[in-house]
């Protein structure tokens, strides 16, 4: 996973969501871009059909969620913004990827969280919501101790092209 080779070393830099280092102590990150988690579903479900939804309307619908042993943090994320939308979600299928997931959610089969950076293909058969108060970014990340000398260069050539 690219989580745990960053940590052993095995790479110097990645990107990710910034969830997936939350806990790792001895990290350096920069925030490249911040988007919204989204709620989505399939056009079939009842709430498909609202201009806009809360994340505690979802506290009756089965959720689909990326496994727990491929992302602890992902998984752990969902429930706890289910939890501030004041429910414990229904998680009916940990799922190994987002591509399953969203197989899983064209099928009817539950509804997921996901972050607005995710390209969708112009898929007709689900409906996506914005959550306007949970942000996830996107980060390039690295361990404070990795002593490659084009991490600097690297990092501070990108952060000053993102600015401009």
Do not use: H
Not at 36 to 42: F, G, K, L, P, V
Not at 128 to 149: A, G, R
């Amino acid at each position: 996973m690219l989580r745990e080779k960053l940590i052993n070393g095995s790479l110097d830099i990645a990107f990710t969501l910034s969830f997936e280092i939350e806990g790792y102590s001895g990290m350096i990150s920069n925030s490249i871009y911040r988007g919204n988690s989204i709620i989505i579903m399939d056009k079939s479900n009842p709430l498909s059909k609202r201009e806009s939804i809360l994340i505690n309307d979802l506290k009756e619908e089965p959720f689909l969620a990326i496994s727990r042993n491929e992302s602890p943090n992902g998984f752990d994320r969902v429930i706890n913004s289910c939890r501030r939308g004041g429910f414990t979600p229904k998680i009916e299928k940990q799922l190994p990827n987002i591509e399953s997931i969203l197989e899983s959610v064209e099928a009817g089969m539950g509804v997921a969280i996901f972050d607005s950076n995710f390209k969708f293909s112009n898929n007709e058969d689900i409906k996506l919501f914005k959550i306007d108060d949970d942000y996830i970014d996107v980060i390039m990340t690295w361990k404070k101790e990795n002593m490659n000398t084009g991490i600097p260069i690297f990092t501070n050539y990108l952060m000053e092209e993102i600015k401009n």
